[in-house]
Structure formats: C-alpha cells, structure tokens
C-alpha cells in the first residue's frame, strides 16, 4: 500500500470513539472557529491529531511500514 493510501485511510476508518473533558468555553469558542473555518470538531480534531503525530516523527514512521 502507497504511503498516500496509507494515510487517507487514517483520515476514513473512523472507528474510535472518543470523548474529551473540556472547559466549555474552550468548547464553544472551538466550535464556532471550526463553523467558521467551514469544518466540523472531528475534522479539526483529527487534523490536530495528524499533525502532531507528523512533527515529532511517528506519522512518517507508520506510514513507511508495510
């Protein structure tokens, strides 16, 4: 599998759920930037999640296994 395909799958295959505790203005404040940035949470926060995996190395690393 090419690393491109490697990694659209981690952004598809949703298939953990995860629930954070956050202040709620934090909360709103995010949602409403998200809103008007045209993504929802989960987008943002699996952006979030891609880039910190990529700038300390671990992206990079998973996605030349196979």
């Known amino acids: 599998m090419k690393n491109w395909q490697k990694a659209l799958k ?3 295959n ?3 759920d995860v629930h954070l505790i956050v202040n ?3 909360w709103k404040l995010f949602k409403e ?3 008007k940035e045209g993504a929802t ?4 926060v699996s952006e979030l999640i891609l ?6 190395g671990i992206l990079d690393e998973y996605l030349k296994e196979d």
């Not at 949470?41 to 943002?44: A, D, H, S, V």
């Open 10 to 12: 981690l952004l598809k």
């Open 14 to 16: 949703k298939e953990k």
């Open 24 to 26: 709620p203005i934090l």
């Open 33 to 35: 930037a998200c809103k």
């Open 41 to 44: 949470p989960n987008q943002k």
């Open 51 to 56: 880039q910190y995996l990529e700038e300390i």
